[in-house]
């Protein structure tokens, strides 16, 4: 039900030249707020779906004018906690994708998924370092860092971004890029959220058409050699070669091949940037470890790169949480074997353990903030899709999983891998100590009363 100031606001907003105001009495307002995960609500006293920039800066300018929290919707997989407060930007409207091919570079607008950017990137034969998901937005994923399918071959996405255009705190754009405002330009590359309202950024392309990748299912009974085969293959592969390794607990769905339905299998993801007859030399070993039931890994198109994870593309309940990894051997493979392998009966959609390493490991110049580059692997765990378990048995079943990878836990976490499941002290170490009081320092310059709210600790800052 609206308030007095929620119809208010609306009112305003919408004589300002904010004509897609919506409170809660009007009918768009739910599926404007609606995300990826449903298991998150949002009930802001005003939700905006801005068709320009114009817009964004009046909303903002309204915001401090009535001293309110503005709190962005994207269009990916990280949203933790529901908005109850203030304004809500959702940037569906502002997505947009223009290609310069002869200097490799693409503008993205806030709403543009990677799918968006696929579609007019590769006809050129240029590729995006999207995610495993491409049908995720693109701003989201760049502002914590971005870990793809060929990561460890060009490293972190963010690594990759020219130019940032952001409407900060006082209402002003404000490009950000290795000239100018540096030191947001340093921030918005990896610190994730609490600067403004990012609503386009300038990225690099790369000349790359194909790709050698794919995916190799087995079976459960085969998944212990197959996960201790990759603990000792991964540790020395080259830059070209990037890898991950799940366990999938798969629901009977129709739409999977009839091998994998309704059943527990283990994964081995493949991008290799470069000539296949190398891919499969390096291959052998995970190859020999068993048969498997379904060997998709070859060459495909850059632009169908989302096929290595075919990660869920519908909305879906979620609870996941992430934890970096030191190193990750054949102990470590059956300490994970014994918290969630296939003889084990739990809640766990997925248990994926990436190898890191590469060119993630190296920062850009200008360097950026982009947290976790001293792991060696990565590990996620996504609990099974079932809004009865979500916020009891499901985290206590993923912390148990972190608890049994202590011994080789870095102590430290990915920003975009940071999960409702994760513990909220553990926020903070998704960045070094010094990174994280340095961004700090710089969201309290641009956002001073906390306009734009991004908690550590339980703060806002």
């Not at 993205?108 to 240029?126: E, H, I, K, R």
């Not at 430290?412 to 700090?440: C, E, H, V």
Request: charged share 20%; glycine share 10%; aromatic share 6%.
């Amino acid at each position: 039900m609206s308030t007095n100031l929620d119809v208010a606001l609306v009112v305003e907003l919408r004589a300002a030249g904010v004509p897609h105001a919506y409170s809660p009495n009007d009918p768009e307002y739910p599926t404007s707020l609606l995300g990826f995960n449903r298991d998150i609500s949002h009930t802001p006293e005003v939700v905006v779906v801005p068709h320009s920039v114009d817009e964004v800066v009046t909303t903002v300018t309204l915001a401090n004018r009535h001293d309110l929290p503005v709190r962005v919707l994207g269009k990916g997989h990280g949203a933790q906690a529901s908005i109850t407060d203030g304004i809500a930007i959702a940037t569906d409207r502002l997505a947009f994708v223009t290609v310069d091919a002869e200097s490799r570079t693409a503008r993205v607008g806030a709403g543009a998924t990677w799918t968006d950017v696929l579609s007019v990137a590769s006809p050129l034969g240029l590729a995006a370092l999207c995610g495993s998901a491409p049908h995720v937005g693109v701003i989201g994923y760049l502002l914590g860092g971005g870990i793809g399918p060929v990561g460890r071959t060009f490293g972190f996405a963010a690594d990759h971004v020219r130019a940032i255009s952001v409407v900060t705190a006082d209402g002003g754009l404000v490009r950000a890029n290795a000239e100018f405002n540096q030191d947001l330009f340093w921030a918005l590359r990896g610190g994730k959220g609490g600067f403004g309202v990012v609503v386009e950024v300038e990225i690099d392309l790369f000349p790359l058409a194909k790709i050698y990748g794919g995916a190799l299912f087995y079976t459960a009974e085969d998944t212990p050699a197959v996960l201790r085969t990759f603990a000792e293959w991964s540790r020395d592969l080259p830059d070209e070669m990037t890898t991950s390794v799940a366990m999938l607990r798969l629901p009977p769905l129709p739409e999977l091949p009839e091998p994998l339905r309704g059943r527990f299998v283990c994964a081995v993801r493949i991008g290799y940037v470069g000539a296949g007859d190398d891919a499969e030399a390096l291959m052998a070993p995970i190859r020999e470890a068993a048969r498997p039931l379904i060997d998709s890994v070859g060459e495909m198109p850059y632009a169908e790169i989302g096929r290595i994870h075919a990660d869920p593309v519908d909305p879906m309940p979620v609870m996941e949480g992430g934890i970096l990894l030191d190193e990750f051997d054949s102990a470590a493979a059956d300490a994970l074997l014994s918290a969630s392998g296939p003889t084990v009966e739990v809640p766990l959609a997925a248990v994926e353990v990436r190898r890191l390493g590469g060119a993630l490991a190296r920062m850009p110049e200008p360097a950026n903030a982009v947290g976790g580059r001293d792991a060696a692997y990565g590990l996620h765990v996504v609990g099974a899709p079932v809004p009865d378990l979500l916020h009891t048995v499901i985290p206590q079943v993923i912390g148990g999983v972190f608890s049994a990878m202590e011994q080789w836990a870095s102590g430290t976490t990915q920003i975009n891998f940071y999960g409702r499941a994760n513990q909220p002290d553990k926020k903070p170490t998704s960045w070094p100590a010094d990174i994280t009081a340095r961004l700090r320092e710089v969201r309290h310059k641009h956002d001073p009363a906390g306009r734009f709210p991004y908690p550590l600790h339980g703060e806002a800052v």
